[in-house]
């Protein structure tokens, strides 16, 4: 099982922490997950990626990367392999144009479906497919159906998620369920996932584990931050936030972290609005 860590800030903010200092650091968190690592993170709305196929622990790039990334939106993806070799083709985050894309799952008898998926992707992205895991493949099955609900600017993230809702089912329909139950991601099929272009940001748990928090306990600097806000030290549910984290696994015991259920999809727009929904899915 791979390891996700997605952030969206209202500003610029360094993750070294998340990424390297915290007890349970992405970095740490390689020992169990040692084929290859990314880190995406953006700058002037430009996504940049750096990938390695060594584990993060082991590889003194990735304890630097982290600690020169300062951005508003990061996302980063340690990896263990369950399709394809382990190689930088196959380590993610995935990228095309703006988006960028990391997936913790796996396709139940991958081989029996791929064939299909790849026919509903759109042409011009087909020939981008470089890697063979079925995570690329997921990704731009879900850019092939943005383009074609969404023309142009997202205008909100509740049209983002109606066109998400849409697109998951119909990938539901051509492989079979996600199992609701984590476990051996070589046997099931997992779907969890984070999808951004830097501001618009998606998360969907697909089965295995995924937590969110927005705001802290006591924020240390919230008598002289002048973004603080009441959502940084109380839960929004629907509304603005200045910071959204997820992770596979809770970080660090300074953030309030929530454990979301399977099927449910996190949502943040490019005005910083929050929302967390349980899809209708239907196997």
Request: glycine residues 6%; contains cysteine; charged residues 15%.
């Given at each position: 099982?791979?390891r996700?860590?997605?952030?969206?800030?209202i500003?610029?903010?360094?993750?070294h922490?998340?990424?390297?200092?915290?007890?349970?650091?992405?970095?740490n968190?390689?020992k169990?997950?040692p084929d290859?690592w990314?880190?995406?993170?953006?700058?002037?709305g430009?996504?940049?990626i750096i990938?390695?196929a060594?584990?993060?622990?082991?590889d003194?790039?990735f304890?630097?990367?982290?600690?020169?990334v300062?951005?508003?939106?990061?996302?980063?993806?340690?990896?263990?392999?369950?399709?394809?070799?382990?190689?930088?083709?196959n380590?993610?985050?995935?990228?095309f144009g703006?988006w960028?894309?990391a997936?913790n799952?796996n396709i139940?008898?991958f081989?029996k479906?791929r064939d299909?998926?790849?026919?509903r992707?759109d042409?011009?992205y087909?020939?981008y497919l470089?890697g063979?895991t079925d995570?690329e493949?997921?990704?731009?099955?879900l850019l092939?159906k943005?383009?074609?609900f969404i023309?142009g600017k997202?205008?909100?993230?509740?049209?983002?998620r109606?066109v998400?809702?849409k697109?998951?089912?119909?990938?539901i329909?051509?492989?079979?369920?996600?199992s609701?139950?984590?476990?051996?991601?070589?046997?099931?099929?997992?779907?969890?996932?984070?999808?951004?272009?830097?501001?618009y940001?998606?998360?969907?748990?697909?089965g295995?584990?995924?937590y969110y928090?927005?705001h802290?306990?006591?924020?240390?600097e919230?008598s002289t931050c002048e973004h603080?806000e009441y959502?940084?030290e109380?839960k929004?549910?629907n509304?603005?936030v200045?910071?959204?984290?997820v992770s596979?696994?809770?970080?660090?015991d300074e953030n309030?972290w929530?454990?979301?259920?399977?099927?449910?999809?996190v949502?943040?727009?490019e005005?910083?609005k929050?929302?967390?929904q349980?899809?209708n899915?239907k196997?």
């Open positions: 099982m791979c996700l860590f997605g952030f969206r800030s500003f610029s903010s360094q993750v922490s998340s990424l390297v200092g915290a007890n349970n650091a992405l970095m968190q390689s169990f997950n290859g990314g880190v995406a993170y953006y700058l002037e430009t996504p940049h990938k390695s060594q584990a993060a622990i082991d003194s790039l304890e630097r990367v982290s600690g020169i300062s951005s508003q939106t990061v996302l980063a993806h340690v990896r263990k392999a369950t399709k394809g070799l382990n190689n930088i083709l380590c993610h985050p995935f990228q703006q960028v894309f997936h799952g139940k008898d081989e479906y299909q998926l790849i026919q992707i042409r011009k087909q020939r470089l063979d995570s493949v997921i990704f731009y099955f092939t943005l383009e074609k023309d997202i205008q909100s993230h509740l049209l983002l109606e998400m809702e697109t998951l089912q119909q990938l329909d051509i492989v079979g369920p996600y609701p139950k984590a476990g051996d991601p070589q046997k099931e099929t997992y779907l969890t996932f984070i999808l951004t272009n830097g501001k940001f998606v998360a969907f748990n697909g295995q584990p995924m928090t927005t802290k306990n006591k924020c240390p919230s603080y959502s940084c109380n929004i549910t509304g603005r200045n910071h959204l984290i596979s696994e809770p970080l660090n309030v929530f454990k979301t259920k399977p099927g449910t999809m949502y943040m727009d005005l910083m929050f929302s967390v349980e899809l899915l196997a």
